[in-house]
Structure formats: structure tokens, C-alpha cells
């Protein structure tokens, strides 16, 4: 992800290079249209890390609080993988698909729109 300074003669050190992750990437997970999240979550998980794991065990236990999480219909969730469309391998690694540092997956369960309806 590339950011512009607003100054030209910044020189600044990116501490959150990918070599400061101890063998981790940051991955950052959203949930659209259900915004009790109000942004992505970031994920610490070495590139070897399988899809089905980041679903079953780290969005799982991110996202599991919020009344829609038990409604989701897995086989129809929409993916996105840095704003493109997705189709996960959910025995893939997250390297072998194209994840890397600072990616970001979003998804989206279609018919479940939020508390009430309300996207939050």
C-alpha cells in the first residue's frame, strides 16, 4: 500500500515493514456492511497459514460476538483480496493465493445486512 507524505523531503523509517513481523505478514480482515467493526481487523499470521485457518480459527474468533456471525452461509460468501474479486482455496496457503504483507480480504454475506438491518 503506497502513502504519499505531505511533504516532499519526508524521511521517515516504515516500521511496519514486513521484516519487523518476526516471519509475519499483516493481513487485515473486513466484514462490509456490518459495522459494529468500524474498520478491518489486522491479523499477525506467518504466509504459510491456510485460508480454512484464518476463516475457522482468526475471523472466526474476531467476528463471533456479533449477532450475524451465526447466520453466515459460508458457500456464499463474496471475497475480495485487495479489491478484487476472490475465490479462496481453503487448503492453500494465504502465500499460494496471493496474500501478502498488508493485504487486505474483505467479505460479504449476502442477506445479512447488519443488527436489524441497520449495517452495524
Not at 25 to 50: K, Q
Not at 74 to 83: M, P
Request: with cysteine; proline share 7%; net charge negative.
Amino acid at each position: 500500500m503506497a502513502v504519499a507524505a505531505i511533504t516532499p523531503d519526508y524521511t521517515g523509517e516504515r516500521l511496519d515493514r514486513v521484516e519487523n513481523f518476526h516471519g509475519n505478514i499483516v493481513v487485515y480482515v473486513g466484514w462490509d456492511r456490518h459495522l459494529m467493526f468500524c474498520s478491518p481487523i489486522a491479523f499477525a499470521t506467518p504466509p504459510d497459514t491456510t485460508f480454512g485457518k484464518l476463516q475457522d480459527e482468526m475471523i472466526a474468533g474476531a467476528y463471533a460476538q456479533h449477532p450475524d456471525f451465526a447466520k453466515i452461509d459460508w458457500e456464499q460468501v463474496c471475497w475480495l483480496l485487495n479489491g478484487e474479486p476472490f475465490t479462496p482455496d481453503r487448503e492453500a496457503t494465504l502465500a499460494a493465493q496471493g496474500v501478502d504483507h498488508k493485504s487486505i480480504i474483505r467479505m460479504q454475506t449476502p442477506g445479512l445486512e447488519g443488527i436489524g438491518g441497520s449495517h452495524s
